[in-house]
């Protein structure tokens, strides 16, 4: 199999980058070949990681400067700057709209399970807002989405192509059984352990490929467990800046090592839920995605 073809992304999906043009091609102009790999590659990331990144230095920023005398909570502003974020980003086609309609179905069920955990004890918020629902702020929805924005724009920037995937439908039922054990493992014992297994057992076989220079192909749980571990430490600037405090953990402690496999986890929820939008990249084992064709 061809590894190089027959997966680019969808056309739907790309738009305009300038990225190539005022990034990637001036640093590959100026810096020896076996150096501008490895810059452009650290580069792409940081610019799929943009929404992120942004509300990232929001929460930093706002923690830095807030007072409690001012007339707007933190929490209030947090989800105006979100907003603006996420509005700038599709009036300056820094993101697609079929990115956003992926961002949107995983605000949706993020801020879903927000709902569920904030209720059930498990972590809380500790400050006022008055966007706020069920103890909920409406900025966290937009946190699920940042990670939602990172794999589309991952996959789009990189032109990745997943090689062989396993059928669809398997990949669809892991992605709901991880979701709702979310969920159950309050009430049922909890399938982890049961989870990480299935995960590694159905794409273990499977390829993330791109090209940068040279053609790369890694195991997707690697690329998974990689991404993970960064979205660990992002989490780490909410519990140290206040902005959530877990059960059992004081204010501005940091999140166990643990909170890493929920991430590992949740990831594939991310991932699934992009190519129920997207499935163009994916090379479907006996079917070729959206054509249908063998």
């Known amino acids: 199999m061809d590894i190089r073809g027959g997966f680019g992304f969808s056309s739907t999906m790309q738009n305009p980058s300038t990225f190539e043009t005022r ?3 001036p640093v590959r102009a100026r810096l020896p070949v076996r ?35 001012w007339h707007i909570n933190r929490y209030d502003a947090l989800f105006g700057i979100a907003l603006a974020i996420q509005i700038a980003m599709l009036a300056f086609k820094l993101e697609t709209w079929q990115e956003a309609k992926v961002i949107a179905l995983f605000h949706i069920t993020g801020t879903a399970m927000e709902w569920f955990k904030v209720s059930a004890g498990s972590w ?5 807002a008055i966007f706020m629902f069920l103890g909920v702020p409406m900025f966290s929805g937009f946190m699920y989405a940042s990670v939602g924005s990172y794999v589309a724009r991952v996959i789009r920037l990189f032109d990745l192509r997943f090689t062989p995937y396993p059928p669809f439908w398997m990949t669809v039922v892991l992605a709901v059984a991880i979701y709702v054990n979310f969920f159950a493992h309050h009430f049922v014992p909890d399938i ?15 390829r993330v490929v791109f090209e940068l220079g040279k053609t790369y192909a890694i195991p997707l749980p690697f690329a998974v467990l990689f991404a993970s ?21 004081a204010a501005f402690q940091m999140t166990s090592f643990s909170k890493m496999g929920s991430w590992y986890l949740l990831l594939y929820v991310a991932f699934v839920t992009v190519t129920i939008v997207v499935r163009n990249p994916l090379d479907i084992k006996g079917i070729r995605a959206i054509t249908g064709k063998p």
């Open 23 to 25: 990034i990637e091609r």
């Open 192 to 206: 982890r352990l049961v989870l990480f297994a299935a995960t590694a057992v159905l794409f273990w076989q499977t």
């Open 229 to 249: 571990f960064f979205l660990w430490i992002a989490e780490n600037v909410g519990t140290l800046t206040g902005t959530w405090v877990y059960a059992g953990s």
């Open 124 to 128: 809380a918020y500790p400050e006022d």
């Open 35 to 69: 150096t501008a790999g490895p810059v452009v590659f650290i580069l792409k990331h940081a610019w799929a990681c943009l929404f992120a990144g942004l509300i990232l230095i929001a929460v930093i920023g706002t923690k830095a400067v807030w007072s409690s005398d």
